[in-house]
């Protein structure tokens, strides 16, 4: 369908045009250059997109065929999971509540209330589509106007960004962070599916969805451009962009009735996009850490497959290298389900979106990525229960259910794949043999202490043996106000002393851009794969310390071995290396300690870690683990093995060895 481009609409794109500048990031290779808003300007989306009226990318509840035909398990999983809640009364988020963000450091309290409440709906929306008999549609009322009667759609943490600062929300200055446009995603999807429905109840609902949908979410994005989400200021973006993209986008292309407006945000969104996309690593690697690359790359994989939709197929960059590359990331990050590579705020399990996988690799043509999908989709049972979705999102929830079929009936494909080269992210992974979690698997990172989510890590190392956690990396607690704040490195998980890593003369490694490896290299054939970098750029000048390089190698079939060769200016205390250890560590004789496989982790392997005792004296210390979110990945506890330097020449070489054995 194509309309008469008017004055006001010109004037519009024309201003979106011109405040968009390109930006690139030193140490990466040559960016794309605005490759969605290249391939796809304002008069190529204004013939191209259906209008909101002709889009139909998934069954209305009154279209009762395509939903019955869905599982029964599933149907019945959903309905009962609404059930549940039926006739109880709706958790209010209160203002002390919301303050507890600012009176105590603590996050969670009112996230709990708020998720839980947009989870609420989305079941009960869920539900109604199921069954189909107007049985929920006072709950998904009730649920619409208390959401909508919030003053604020996100959370304490991110009210900051309002003129008046943290504390309360000003409802003068709607603000848009991640929930509160996955909050106008869930709306917007409501309407879609059930709006005809609560039509019946009373008219004003969808009036009031659609009033709080523009009001909150569609105006304040498309008027503003110092949302720091955005990019238009050079700021470095992570997961924020495309999660927040993929909400709006959602949400304009299901509300948005005005022509002009409709393509004016969705060109946008495309600019904010290539914003996020332009100086992205040319590996795909993900620098946040598996766990964000769900709401990173699989996000920007939401906003792509819905620009596809809305317009049969013609807008797609899906056989762009990197949007390929970026997909991939998630399985060269695979270790053994559940397990992943956790370097930053990562856990080391990850419960990854099979579905998503799944068609992310089908869209791009990967059959490595599609069979992960398939692969995890079996492990999950998917299709067994309800269907997963966090905080509501129906947009997750839609395109799982109708590509059941097709995700089940893939061929499942693991990738354990033997060797893994991010050069960009500067990111290793080597294991014994391809296709086996069995033996040894290691991974390590250079990199800068600057990155997304960062650590003080460059230089750490994680360690598998026969696909269960050996040396491992912490990962991160429960966030709080201190996470996102100048204390950040107060919390011990991010500091390189509780890190594979050594500290020199008592001094840890440093946070910022200019602490970084230097000297980077790999190379691995059918015998070895070796890691090789200069980690003294890490440390502040306090460490004495001209050059360390840590090299670590996997030979097959033997062993890890991380060979250290440093020189210092000087030296006033002993090096000592801490390893964290998930097993627990005996020292059987000074130079060689054994890690006891932990109950549930059977192994017909033993894993010792050998190291000179004439040079380095061992103690073990208990790392009592009390944080909820590293309890699920850890339990209860942790081990820090330290070792200590009986003397600190200026120069030494040395190394660490892991090696496997047959249990006795």
Known sequence: MRFRQTVPFMVIVLALVLSSPGRA???????????????????????????AADWHPFPRAGEREAWEKLPEKVRTAHVRRAEARLGTEWETPRATLFLDFVRDGNRSRYEAVSFGRRGRLADAVLAECFEGQGRFLDEIADGVWTVCEETYWGVPAHVGAQKRGPGLPDVT??????????????????????GDRLAGVSPLLRERIRHEVRRRILDPNLARDDFWWMGFGGQRLNNWTPWIASNWLAAALLVED??????????????????????????????????????????????????????????????????????????????RDPYFINFADAAAKVAANASLIYRYGKNVKDGTLAGFGAFLARRQMLGESAVGGSFGALGRALPTLFGLDATL????????????????????AARSAGGTPYGLYVAAKGGHNDESHNHNDVGNFIVYADGWPAIVDVGVETYTAKTFSSRRYEIWTMQSAYHNLPAVNGVMQRNGR??????????????????????????????????????????????????????????????????MSWREPHIVREGRIRLESPRGAPSKHALFI???????????????????????????????????????????????????????
């Open 409 to 428: 009936a893939a061929p499942p494909a693991e990738p354990l794949l033997r060797d893994v080269w991010l050069p960009d992210l500067q990111v290793m």
């Open 258 to 335: 005005k022509a002009e407006r409709r393509v004016a945000a969705v060109h946008k969104i495309l600019r904010i996009l290539d914003n996020f996309l332009n100086p992205y690593p040319r590996d795909g690697g993900c620098d946040e850490g598996p766990g964000y690359w769900d709401r990173a790359g699989g996000s920007l994989h939401d906003c792509l497959e819905l620009l596809a939709s809305v317009s049969g197929g013609r807008l797609t960059v899906f056989e762009e290298p990197l949007i390929r590359e970026i997909g991939l990331y998630i399985a060269r990050a695979y270790i």
């Open 514 to 579: 200019e602490f970084k490896a230097r000297d980077v290299s790999y190379a691995a054939d059918d015998d070895r794969a070796a890691f090789s970098l200069d980690i003294a750029g890490a440390y502040p000048k306090e460490a004495r310390l001209r050059s360390w390089v840590r090299t670590v190698a996997l030979n097959r079939g033997r062993d890890v071995v991380v060979r250290d060769r440093y020189e210092l200016e000087e030296a006033r205390e002993p090096v000592r290396l801490s390893l």
């Open 25 to 51: 990031s030193a140490g990466q290779a040559p960016p794309a250059t605005d490759l969605l808003t290249t391939r796809f300007p304002p008069d190529v989306l204004a013939r191209t997109l259906l209008p």
């Open 173 to 194: 200055e709607p603000t848009v962070d991640l929930f509160a446009a996955e909050t106008g995603m869930l709306l917007a999807w409501t309407d879609y599916l059930v």
């Open 610 to 664: 050998e190291y000179d005792g004439q040079r380095f004296r061992a103690e073990v210390e208990t790392v009592p683990v009390e944080d909820g979110r590293l309890q699920s990945s850890w339990g209860t506890r942790l081990y820090r093995i330290l070792l200590t330097a009986r003397r600190t020449p200026l120069q030494d070489d040395f190394q660490v060895r892991f090696l496997l054995q047959e249990n006795d």
